[in-house]
């Protein structure tokens, strides 16, 4: 089961402290560092980030996934991570992205953050599904459109 | 520092009397020439000559052979400079490449090692510096610890215990258990410094030892890091698994005066924080050294109390609301210790429970109440309590029967009495247990309905003979709360055919109340103290 593809979605809060150019810097660099580390372990996926907090999908092997994920788990630049799903799937939705973003002044992160207001913040209300599809749609939308999705909105 | 030496004629180190030990080794490793220092800091015989490293595998410290082997090894440009720990020693190794064919080794040690740590001799290799001792290695590291400088000398012992990790390990398997452990010990060791020391000190236990840091801040931020990072989801064999940690700290010169307690304290305070709330963490103090040696006072009284006959039964009557006839009676353990009087069942049975001397213990009150109660007339009913524990040996229904054969009870004349907590563990394997019981004809009632989870799906998930209304409900019947609670309870029980009892009823008013309101049994002061059971006769009669 361990070579099994799965797929992990997560939500935490952004705990990176001072301007937004500090921030921005920071989610570069996360950036940066995932896209490296992400392709060489044959992980897919999508970053969402609204100033409040952070939406993930990674997609991989079973062992790959936990191994990222356990790193992540100890960055302090995000906290009360919690996980809305984690399962085995049939095929990749994110093939085409080591790890695509979606920055704060863009449409699905606007919506990002009303599903938030709508479900009181409360992390346990949240769908994953509706999350990795509000991240699938807007990557793609973006990708048709041609905007650098390499670039930090 | 400067070390004059011209290598083209000084070819000879052995009359180099430098506390840095010397020694030139050609390209292949083999050793031209060393000092007196040199042989010392290595425990080397004085033959050294056109020997390499792994020549002296035998003679020297093996984590030394490495160590050397290793920093000959890389290529280095001109010169390196390597720091390990060796015998408790602190060695910076300098290489420095002289030409083509030489290389000069300069070794200097630092007498007080500030981490005399034995497992970690090549600290360039692992990225956090950081290994996983032994709990002998974390022992052998606080006895060799020397203060630094007086006036910054600690040492903090910050002990971590998983909560719920059996839990995870009946659930998800060992497997994810053993993975689980695996991850936990690597988040640790990414976010300690690289000069603490981490333990893995027992099945779900883990140490981390602090040198020399700024007391008792550093420790109280780790415990916190430590709460929080292991309170983050792990991805376990596919699947989410969630634990926390309870932390337990132990400083030197807060509360720990000597290194030798550093241990114990920080297991004690880590006991500490378990029992009041998991997930926190816990500055050893005082008092928790006497709360222990109480508890093991306590624990060693209850160990011979069985065999010394230190425990009685006393017996409350229960009666009928409408002419107070006693119809029952529950059955209370005492335990009249030497030298410390009595001592209450809210102390000891916990105990009792946690050193898994609840079966024997409850063993013979079943045994002693069976018999006590075949004396009495046929109508009257016993009650006895049986804890949660007791059905984890799923043999409570052969002590059951035991017990009514030895007396020959009629089994329609014993009630067990039992509390929500049972239901909650393992529901499924409880409720088997309790209808094998039932099918025996014994009844089985529900203790102190209103203080746990009060879910109505355990009232109906079994055919209970009786709802028992906790006494601190009784008690505080003043309020609009309790009253509520009370009517609730009784309507309830109607509803679903179950007899309810009142506790601790001491007063008319109380007594009016209930009896208003429709409940049917009561027990308390208002009939009877517990008495022991020669006084049995003159109350029934
Ligand atoms: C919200 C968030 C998402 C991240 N996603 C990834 C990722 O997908 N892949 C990755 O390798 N690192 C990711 N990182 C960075 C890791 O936490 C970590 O810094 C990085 O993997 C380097 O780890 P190391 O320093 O232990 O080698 C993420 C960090 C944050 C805060």
Redesign the pocket.
Known sequence: MTQDLYRLIYL?RNTIPGSNENIHQEIEQ?LA??RQ??AASQ?T?A?MFNREC?A?V?EGAHDDIQA?FE??Q??P??ADVVVLDFKPVEARRFSHWS?GYIGYDTLASKEFTQIQQATGFDAKQFSGERIYDLLHAHLYAAEKAGSGLGKIA | MTIVCDINTAMDFSAIDSSYGLALVDQAGKILSANPAFLNLFALPPDVQNKTFSDLTGTMNPAATDFLQQTLAGRHEKAIKQTTIIDHKTLSVHVIELDQAQRLIMVESSPSSPLPLPEINHPAHT?HNAAMVNRTMLSECIANWKPDEPGTASLAMIMIGLDRFKRINETLGHDAGDQLLKFAAQRLL?IVRSDDVVAHFSDDRFAVLQINQNQPVAATTMAERISELLKRPFLVNGQQANISASVGLAILHHNTESTGDLIKHAELALHDAKQNARGSYRLYEQSLQKNASERHELEIGLRRALFLREFTLFYQPQARMQDKKIIGFEALIRWEKPGAGIISPLRFIPLAEDMGKIHEIGQWVLQTACRDAAAWPEDIMIAVNVSPVQFESNSLKQIVQAALTASGLAPQRLELEITEGLLIKNITNALEQLREIQAMGVSIAMDDFGTGYSSLNYLSSFPFSKIKIDQSFVHRMHTDKSRTLIKAVIALGSALGIKTLAEGVETEEQFDYLARNGCEEIQGYLLSKPVPAEQIRALIS
């Open positions: 935490s996360i560092v995932s580390r992400n992980i996926g970053l952070f993930q990674l990222t790193r992540i100890c960055d630049r995000h790890m | 990225p990414r």
